[in-house]
Nanobody, 130 residues
Protein backbone atom coordinates (compact mmCIF):
# COMPACT_ATOMS: atom_id res chain seq x y z
CA UNK A 1 0.00 0.00 0.00
CA UNK A 2 1.27 3.45 -0.92
CA UNK A 3 2.00 5.68 2.07
CA UNK A 4 1.83 9.45 1.70
CA UNK A 5 3.13 12.01 4.19
CA UNK A 6 2.48 15.74 4.19
CA UNK A 7 4.76 18.44 5.53
CA UNK A 8 5.11 22.21 5.47
CA UNK A 9 2.08 23.36 7.41
CA UNK A 10 2.12 25.83 10.26
CA UNK A 11 0.96 29.27 11.33
CA UNK A 12 1.37 32.47 9.37
CA UNK A 13 -0.13 35.93 9.33
CA UNK A 14 -2.57 37.01 6.64
CA UNK A 15 -0.76 37.73 3.41
CA UNK A 16 1.97 35.22 4.16
CA UNK A 17 2.99 32.08 2.29
CA UNK A 18 3.43 28.39 2.96
CA UNK A 19 4.40 25.46 0.77
CA UNK A 20 2.89 22.10 1.52
CA UNK A 21 4.62 18.94 0.34
CA UNK A 22 3.29 15.43 0.03
CA UNK A 23 5.72 12.60 -0.63
CA UNK A 24 4.71 9.08 -1.54
CA UNK A 25 6.46 5.82 -0.80
CA UNK A 26 6.09 4.41 -4.32
CA UNK A 27 6.48 5.69 -7.85
CA UNK A 28 3.02 4.41 -8.80
CA UNK A 29 1.86 7.62 -7.09
CA UNK A 30 2.95 9.38 -10.29
CA UNK A 31 0.30 7.60 -12.34
CA UNK A 32 -2.49 9.31 -10.45
CA UNK A 33 -4.25 12.61 -10.60
CA UNK A 34 -2.99 14.24 -7.39
CA UNK A 35 -5.07 16.64 -5.37
CA UNK A 36 -5.22 18.75 -2.26
CA UNK A 37 -8.35 18.97 -0.14
CA UNK A 38 -9.02 20.94 3.02
CA UNK A 39 -11.39 20.57 5.92
CA UNK A 40 -12.60 22.84 8.69
CA UNK A 41 -13.99 21.12 11.80
CA UNK A 42 -17.68 20.42 11.38
CA UNK A 43 -17.62 20.91 7.63
CA UNK A 44 -17.12 18.68 4.61
CA UNK A 45 -13.74 18.07 3.08
CA UNK A 46 -13.56 20.21 -0.07
CA UNK A 47 -11.26 20.25 -3.04
CA UNK A 48 -8.60 22.92 -3.42
CA UNK A 49 -6.55 21.90 -6.45
CA UNK A 50 -5.78 18.96 -8.68
CA UNK A 51 -3.09 18.11 -11.20
CA UNK A 52 -3.15 15.44 -13.86
CA UNK A 53 -0.32 12.99 -14.51
CA UNK A 54 1.58 13.37 -17.76
CA UNK A 55 0.50 16.77 -19.07
CA UNK A 56 0.48 18.30 -15.62
CA UNK A 57 -2.77 20.15 -16.38
CA UNK A 58 -4.06 21.69 -13.16
CA UNK A 59 -7.23 23.31 -11.90
CA UNK A 60 -8.24 25.17 -8.77
CA UNK A 61 -11.18 26.05 -6.61
CA UNK A 62 -12.35 29.60 -7.31
CA UNK A 63 -11.47 30.65 -3.76
CA UNK A 64 -7.76 29.98 -4.30
CA UNK A 65 -7.24 30.80 -7.99
CA UNK A 66 -4.36 33.19 -8.49
CA UNK A 67 -3.01 32.53 -4.98
CA UNK A 68 -2.29 28.78 -4.84
CA UNK A 69 -0.21 26.68 -7.23
CA UNK A 70 -0.17 22.90 -7.37
CA UNK A 71 2.82 21.15 -8.92
CA UNK A 72 4.38 17.72 -8.98
CA UNK A 73 7.87 16.28 -9.19
CA UNK A 74 7.56 12.73 -10.45
CA UNK A 75 11.24 11.99 -9.85
CA UNK A 76 10.66 12.67 -6.16
CA UNK A 77 7.17 11.14 -5.95
CA UNK A 78 6.03 14.47 -4.55
CA UNK A 79 3.18 16.91 -5.02
CA UNK A 80 3.34 20.48 -3.74
CA UNK A 81 0.89 23.23 -2.91
CA UNK A 82 2.38 26.70 -2.92
CA UNK A 83 0.05 29.00 -1.02
CA UNK A 84 0.56 32.75 -1.34
CA UNK A 85 -1.57 35.63 -0.13
CA UNK A 86 -3.01 33.49 2.63
CA UNK A 87 -6.26 34.57 4.26
CA UNK A 88 -7.76 33.59 7.62
CA UNK A 89 -10.44 31.64 5.75
CA UNK A 90 -7.71 29.38 4.34
CA UNK A 91 -7.15 27.99 7.83
CA UNK A 92 -7.92 24.26 7.77
CA UNK A 93 -6.49 20.77 7.80
CA UNK A 94 -5.03 20.10 4.37
CA UNK A 95 -4.92 16.61 2.88
CA UNK A 96 -3.17 15.35 -0.20
CA UNK A 97 -4.82 12.57 -2.15
CA UNK A 98 -4.23 10.23 -5.05
CA UNK A 99 -7.40 10.35 -7.16
CA UNK A 100 -8.41 7.31 -9.15
CA UNK A 101 -11.41 8.93 -10.84
CA UNK A 102 -13.30 12.22 -10.74
CA UNK A 103 -10.24 14.45 -10.97
CA UNK A 104 -12.15 17.17 -12.81
CA UNK A 105 -14.61 17.36 -9.92
CA UNK A 106 -12.01 18.21 -7.30
CA UNK A 107 -11.96 22.01 -7.70
CA UNK A 108 -15.75 22.25 -7.34
CA UNK A 109 -16.28 19.51 -4.81
CA UNK A 110 -18.22 19.84 -1.57
CA UNK A 111 -17.32 16.60 0.07
CA UNK A 112 -15.87 13.83 -2.05
CA UNK A 113 -19.00 12.59 -3.79
CA UNK A 114 -18.25 11.33 -7.29
CA UNK A 115 -14.52 11.29 -6.57
CA UNK A 116 -12.71 8.03 -5.95
CA UNK A 117 -9.67 8.44 -3.71
CA UNK A 118 -7.11 5.68 -3.52
CA UNK A 119 -4.80 7.21 -0.94
CA UNK A 120 -5.09 10.01 1.61
CA UNK A 121 -2.32 11.72 3.52
CA UNK A 122 -2.66 12.07 7.27
CA UNK A 123 -3.44 15.78 7.05
CA UNK A 124 -1.51 18.86 8.04
CA UNK A 125 -2.74 21.98 9.82
CA UNK A 126 -2.56 25.46 8.30
CA UNK A 127 -3.49 28.41 10.50
CA UNK A 128 -3.66 31.95 9.16
CA UNK A 129 -3.92 34.79 11.63
CA UNK A 130 -5.70 38.04 10.87
Amino acid sequence: EVQVVESGGGSVQAGGSLRLSCIASESTFNEYCLAWFRQIPGEERTGVAAILPGSGYSDYADSVKGRFTISRDNLKNTVYLQMNGLKPEDSAMYYCAAVRSGCSLVPVSRGTGGISIDFWGQGILVTVGS
